[in-house]
């Protein structure tokens, strides 16, 4: 059976950072696309981060290149998500995902196989 956790969430204030963190058991990350997802209330889920299978080249969105980095401990089996800078807008619950797709398809949620269950990053001004 596969499960992503993650965890690493919480309060934090603006300017300052956070380190998510997302393992997998039942499936080995590196072989996947490990997605990183936040929604807001009241907002569509949006993609954050993707750390791409095997090679583990990385995509950041717009809105978190420079701050955010994704990486990748294939020993723990676990992806990361650092976060830094953080800004109000960056309060939600993040999720993390696994998907086998192709590169032009690793923003988009619904191609992603397993999804964790989310932790909430809120901040604090």
């Known amino acids: 059976q596969v499960q992503l956790v993650e965890s690493g969430g919480g309060l934090v204030q603006a300017g300052g950072s956070l380190r998510l963190s997302c393992s997998g058991s039942g499936l080995s990350v590196r072989n996947y696309n490990m997605g990183w997802f936040r929604q807001a209330p009241g907002k569509e889920r949006e993609f954050v981060a993707v750390?791409?299978?095997?090679?583990?080249?990385?995509i950041y969105a717009d809105s978190v290149k420079g701050r955010f980095t994704a990486s990748r401990d294939n020993a723990k089996n676990t992806v990361f998500l650092q976060m830094n800078s953080l800004e109000p807008e960056d309060a939600a619950v993040y999720s993390c995902?696994?998907?086998?797709?192709?590169?032009?398809?690793?923003?988009?949620?619904?191609?992603?196989?397993?999804w964790g269950q989310g932790t909430q990053v809120t901040l604090i001004s």
């Open positions: 995902a696994a998907g086998t797709q192709v590169l032009s398809a690793v923003r988009q949620g619904e191609m992603y196989h397993y």
């Open positions: 750390i791409r299978r095997n090679g583990g080249a990385t």
